[in-house]
Structures are given as C-alpha cells and as structure tokens.
C-alpha cells in the first residue's frame, strides 16, 4: 500500500468513533423506534423528542450517508440496517449498540491505567468491580442484560445441533444471563427441566413469561451451586474471572454435578482471537481483570477441579464448547 493510502487509512480511523457514537445516541434517544412509528420528519422528530432541529438534522444527514436512514426531509423511512436497531425488531441490536458506549467506553479512555499497572481501568473509573457495580445501576444492567441477550440469541440459536441434550434429565445454565440458550434449548427439547441460575438484579429483569420455559433459581455461583442438574451450561462466564475465582467457580460447578454429569463451557479459545475480536483480551483486562483462555489454560483449571476433559467442537466462527465430564 502507498503511504497516502496508508495516511488516508489512519485519519479516517482517527474519527471513526463519530459514527458509532451518532449510532448509539440515536438509539438512547429512541430516534429509530419513533421513525419506525411513523415519526417521519426532523420537524416532527426534533418537537416530539424535544431535540435541537439543527443537530438532529445534521445527525440525519450521517445517518443517510451510512445507510440508517433513507428518504427526504419530510418522508424519513428506516432502511433493513436502521430497523435493526429498534426495540421491537426481533433480531433487534439495539442494546448491543448502546452498551459499548456506557461505562465500556469511559474504561477504554482510561485504558492508560490497566497498560501501567496491569489493573482494570474500569475500577479505577468506578472504584468497584464490573459485576458488583453493574448490580447496582438499574439503568446499566437494563443495557448490559439486554445487549448479552442479543448477542446470545444470535450466537446460541443453534446449539442444539452441537450439544444432544437429550441424553441430560436436568439442564442448569449457570450465569445464564435473561435466558438465551435456554430459549434456544427449549425450541428442541419441549420436555426437558431447566434451571437458570442468576443473581437477583438480572432475574428481575426477565420477561412476565420465563417460567413457560425455565425455572429462575437467584445465587450467588461463588458460594453455590444447587446439585440440581446432570448438565451444566456456562458460556461467557469464565472468561469474565481471573485464575484464583475461575477457580472457586467450577469448584462449585463441580460439586453440584452428579458422577458422569457433563459440563459444557462456551468461550472463546484464545488461539481463534482474530479480526474484530484481537483487542477483546485487551477490553477483559480493562473491564474484568480476565481474559480469554487457550485451550490447554483451560484444561489446567478444569483437572484443577477434577473434571475429565472430553472434547470441544466449534459452536461458531469465534466461540467454542468445551466438554468436560465429572
Ligand atoms: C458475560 S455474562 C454471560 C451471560 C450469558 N451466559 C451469555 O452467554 O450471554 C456473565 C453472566 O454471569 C452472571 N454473574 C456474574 N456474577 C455472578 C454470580 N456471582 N453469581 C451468578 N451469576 C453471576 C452475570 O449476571 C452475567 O449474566
């Protein structure tokens, strides 16, 4: 590549936050959402939603330009791109898009911190730990809860074809957030028990109707586990721990299954970090304290607990499930 293309490469990336910024303030403001109900001019938009008419036109304008939004002034419509991030579209990505904005992005402008002291920025930015924190904030673990949501529902939608659950009794997904995977188990095992086991600050977000699909048992999985199920599901869950509690964890996992009881982990092996995902180990230090494990930093901590490692097959082209058996 030439050194002007390099150069044009570089400022442009300088700046690339402007778009997903517009993008996640748009959807703050339920901008989307009042289009697709036919709010449908920066007039109307800027009265109903009391914004400044020269900002939101300006905003529009990006919007358009990035294939959000299409149409003029007065006949605003949502292109596919734009409809997906309203509430109401069933694949929306509407919390995914907000989250990365919220105390993710004020940990990441104090990435400095964890690069000199090898310590999470965002506990410097909110003196406690992620997940203490986030139990705290109603607003950001509405976000949270709901963004992991839409990326499990992507990312989980067919685990069956990788996971038989029909030689399991019992089903618990431990730290299974508002209940993806089981929802997604449920469309092809309508007869099998399943728990979901969360702390209290997310089982009172789940929808009126969960206990159609699942039973919801609140804990806390440091302490333990109830030996309720012959399978457990936990994805995305020991990538947020460091060693020592990653530890304390499947311990636990381990002494609330019974002998020949199967444990199946969804992570991403570090070896398949790639592309978009090569700085995610960077955003876990700086977030969590963790990171993403290799395979063999795996088996060291499930022989730790006593687990027998069985295998692990690719769930998707990042993630992975690694089986293990008590
Ligand atoms: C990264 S999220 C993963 C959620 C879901 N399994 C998924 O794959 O999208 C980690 C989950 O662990 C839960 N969690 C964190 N600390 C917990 C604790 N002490 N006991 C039970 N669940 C906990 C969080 O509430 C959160 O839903």
């Known amino acids: 590549m030439k050194i002007e293309e390099e150069q044009k490469e570089l400022k442009d990336l300088f700046t690339t936050y402007w778009q997903y910024l517009a993008l996640k303030t748009t959807c703050t403001l339920n901008i989307f959402d009042h289009i697709e109900q036919g709010e449908n001019s920066i007039d109307r938009l800027s009265k109903v939603l009391e914004l400044d008419r020269t900002a939101l036109s300006f905003l529009i304008d990006g919007l358009c330009t990035f294939g959000f939004i299409k149409g003029k002034k007065d006949g605003l419509s ?62 950001a673990n509405k976000i949270y809860h709901k963004a992991m949501f839409e990326y499990a529902r992507d990312d989980y939608a067919l685990i069956t074809n990788f996971i038989d659950f029909s030689t399991h009794n019992v089903l618990m997904d431990v730290g299974g957030g508002l209940g993806a995977l089981l929802r997604a188990v449920r469309k092809k095992m309508p007869n099998l028990s399943m728990y979901l086991l969360e702390t209290e600050s997310v089982i009172k977000l789940l929808p009126v109707n969960y206990s159609n699909l699942f039973s919801a048992i609140s804990g806390d999985f440091f302490k333990e586990i109830p030996p309720l199920a012959d399978a457990i599901t936990m994805s995305r869950v020991i990538h947020d721990w460091n060693d020592a509690k990653a530890e304390v964890l499947l311990n636990n996992v381990y002494n609330a299954l019974p002998s020949g009881g199967k444990l199946y982990l969804i992570e991403i092996i570090k070896e398949n970090l790639k592309d978009g995902a090569a700085l995610l180990n960077l955003n876990m230090q700086a977030i969590c304290n963790s990171y993403e494990r290799t395979l063999d930093e795996y088996k060291v901590l499930l022989f730790a607990a006593g687990f027998k490692f069985i295998c692990t097959k690719p769930l998707n082209s990042l993630q992975s499930i690694i089986i293990c058996e008590k």
Not at 111 to 135: D, I, V, Y
């Open 78 to 139: 949502l292109t596919q791109k734009g409809s997906l991030l309203t509430e109401e579209h069933p694949q929306t990505l509407k919390y995914a898009c907000m989250l990365w904005g919220e105390e993710h992005l004020t940990a990441w402008q104090h990435l400095e911190h964890t690069l000199k002291t090898g310590q999470p920025s965002f506990e410097f930015c909110f003196q406690k730990p992620f997940f203490e924190w986030l139990a705290k904030e109603e607003a």
